[in-house]
């Protein structure tokens, strides 16, 4: 059987709850060969799937821990947002962490980063530079309707300078 790759983005309502007290509020018995005790997530669907179950509104199933954990991330709302404003919030928060993922991958003396010829790494830099532009413009942004939110600790400063002479450990 060939499958197609499929990449998701939906946000959902979930409540740590294991297997067995997820069958147990199904009304459910639990199988013989799964671990009641595994833990996981009650998940709910709420894009418009026809609920399967009269207490919630969409559509609930039950996923393991580390399934779940991968595929989503818990969403810090920030109570009297507009749903544009929390957009935004959510958006610079993406970016902090994706720049410090790359800000990582650059600055390990050790990594694959030292492997990879010359314009690939300044192309990796370009990517930095225009993701802290993104980062700073999103932070004005957020400053402009949460001031006490903006992580003013935040370093902005590049992980490595290409411009100078020298080049950083990584770059060598």
């Known amino acids: 059987m060939t499958t197609t790759l499929y990449e998701g983005t939906k946000r959902v309502h979930a409540k740590p709850m294991n297997r067995g007290d997820y069958n147990s509020y199904r009304g459910w018995e639990v199988p013989a060969d799964e671990n009641p005790a595994e833990e996981g997530y009650l998940v709910e669907y709420v894009d418009g799937g026809r609920g399967n179950d009269s207490r919630h509104a969409g559509y609930i199933s039950w996923s393991p821990k580390d399934v779940f954990e991968r595929s989503y991330k818990e969403v ?74 903006v992580d003013d600790d935040f370093p902005l400063g590049k992980a490595c300078d290409l411009s100078g002479d020298t080049a950083c450990e990584a770059c060598q």
């Open 76 to 149: 810090k709302t920030v109570p009297g947002l507009a749903p544009h404003q929390q957009r935004v919030v959510d958006e610079h928060a993406e970016c902090l962490e994706r720049l410090r993922k790359l800000r990582a991958f650059i600055g390990d003396a050790k990594g694959p980063f030292r492997q990879l010829d010359d314009a690939e790494r300044h192309r990796l830099m370009h990517q930095e530079d225009v993701m802290t532009e993104l980062a700073t413009v999103l932070a004005e942004r957020v400053a402009a309707f949460l001031p006490a939110q």
